[in-house]
């Protein structure tokens, strides 16, 4: 077996550890049709606990429904949890637009 030489070896290394070291997006909460508000039923849980003020409720037809503002979404997760409909869930930012 021919031995990789040293300085080839440390260059993949180091690519490979860049590569995984990037610090991967953190996930933003994303509403989906389980919401009680899509259903015309007052519930407004997850505005009440989250911490940033990232959800807001908007004008629809049927009623106000809950919004995420991704850029103050931390993805904490605190809303998933308070929903009482199961209706939120985390996912990557590009799967929340
Ligand atoms: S807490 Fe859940 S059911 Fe209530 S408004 Fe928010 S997403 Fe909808
Ligand atoms: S995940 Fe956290 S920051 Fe984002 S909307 Fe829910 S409670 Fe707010």
Same mark, same amino acid.
């Given at each position: $077996?021919?031995?990789? +030489?040293d300085l080839q070896?440390?260059h993949f290394?180091l690519? %490979?550890f860049a590569?995984?070291?990037q +610090?991967?997006?953190p996930p933003v909460?994303v509403i989906?049709q389980?919401?009680?508000?899509? %259903?015309g039923?007052?519930? $407004?849980s997850?505005?009440?606990?989250? +911490?940033?003020?990232?959800? %807001?409720?908007a004008?629809a037809?049927?009623?106000a429904?809950?919004?995420?503002?991704?850029d103050?979404c931390?993805?904490?997760?605190?809303?998933?949890?308070?929903?009482?409909?199961?209706a939120?869930r985390?996912? +990557?930012l590009?799967a929340?637009?």
């Open positions: $077996m021919t031995d990789v +030489p070896r440390r290394l690519g %490979r590569e995984t070291s +610090p991967a997006e909460a989906t389980s919401c009680f508000a899509h %259903r039923v007052a519930c $407004m997850c505005r009440d606990v989250c +911490p940033t003020g990232a959800v %807001r409720f004008l037809l049927g009623g429904r809950p919004r995420i503002n991704t103050r931390t993805g904490c997760g605190v809303c998933a949890q308070a929903c009482p409909a199961e939120i985390l996912a +990557p590009e929340a637009s």
